[in-house]
């Protein structure tokens, strides 16, 4: 079982919508949880982090913890072509010290 | 705020050959990492320094490849020598502190294409 699993996509949803990202982690240790975006060709950049149960807002995003069932959501909300890029899934695990360990990352494409 | 610097940002080496990647963290940033990220992966850690020692070097292929980061600043990363399977692209990644809320800002990545 792989630590950390995400759906590689892609996830296709027309602008304006809500799209969903979903990630799966094995550690009931781990402690933090990141979302990263990855535009083509670049580098990661944090979207933004949680490590309470629950929803954490930023704009239109919105991280989603549950310890319980292991796992962690970002809900994009509005939707932009521009959002189309590769969302990575990161978790620190105590037993790892702050060692983030990524999923393979879900392709969302917005068609206009 | 100057972000992660790396460079060269392309290198095309045969295998075999060695290559040396560098890398200036974020003004401050005691926390340093190196990451390979295969196509299609996420990237995974490769070492992690805190100012100048090694926190974490559990998957680091040591038979080729090493890493430095002297006077707690600046770090290289080298391979040597290159095989086929090295080709990715090498990203640094700085933070503030070690911590499990400490953010990890990255550089632009350095695409190592070996043949």
């Known amino acids: 079982q792989k630590e950390v699993e995400q759906n590689s996509g892609p996830l296709s949803v027309p602008e304006g919508a809500i799209a969903s990202l979903n990630c799966t982690y094995s550690?009931?240790?781990?402690?933090?949880f990141f979302w990263y975006r990855q535009y083509s060709g670049k580098s990661p950049e944090l979207i933004m982090f949680?490590?309470?149960?629950g929803d954490k807002e930023d704009g239109r995003f919105t991280a989603q913890l549950n310890k319980a069932s292991q796992y962690v959501s970002l809900l994009i909300r509005d939707s932009q072509p521009s959002d189309s890029a590769t969302y990575l899934c990161?978790?620190?695990?105590?037993?790892?010290?702050?060692?983030?360990?990524f999923g393979t990352g879900t392709r969302l494409a917005v068609r206009p | 705020e100057a972000g992660v610097a790396q460079s060269p940002r392309y290198k095309i080496i045969e295998k075999r050959q060695s290559v040396a990647f560098w890398c200036n963290p974020i003004?401050?940033?005691?926390?340093l990492y190196w990451y390979q990220q295969i196509l299609g992966q996420g990237p995974k850690l490769l070492i992690q320094?805190?100012?100048?020692?090694?926190?974490?070097d559990s998957q680091l292929p040591k038979d080729r490849f090493s890493a430095e980061r002297l006077k707690g600043v600046d770090s290289t990363l080298k391979i040597q020598p290159a095989k086929l399977e090295d080709s990715a692209v090498y990203l640094c990644?700085?933070?503030?502190?070690?911590?499990?809320?400490?953010?990890?800002?990255f550089g632009p990545g350095t695409r190592l294409t070996v043949l």
């Open positions: 990644a700085s933070s503030l502190d070690r911590g499990f809320t400490d953010t990890q800002y």
């Open positions: 550690d009931r240790g781990s402690q933090s």
């Open positions: 949680i490590y309470s149960n």
């Open positions: 990161a978790v620190i695990r105590v037993s790892s010290g702050d060692k983030l360990t």
């Open positions: 003004s401050g940033h005691a926390t």
């Open positions: 320094f805190q100012n100048n020692g090694v926190v974490d």
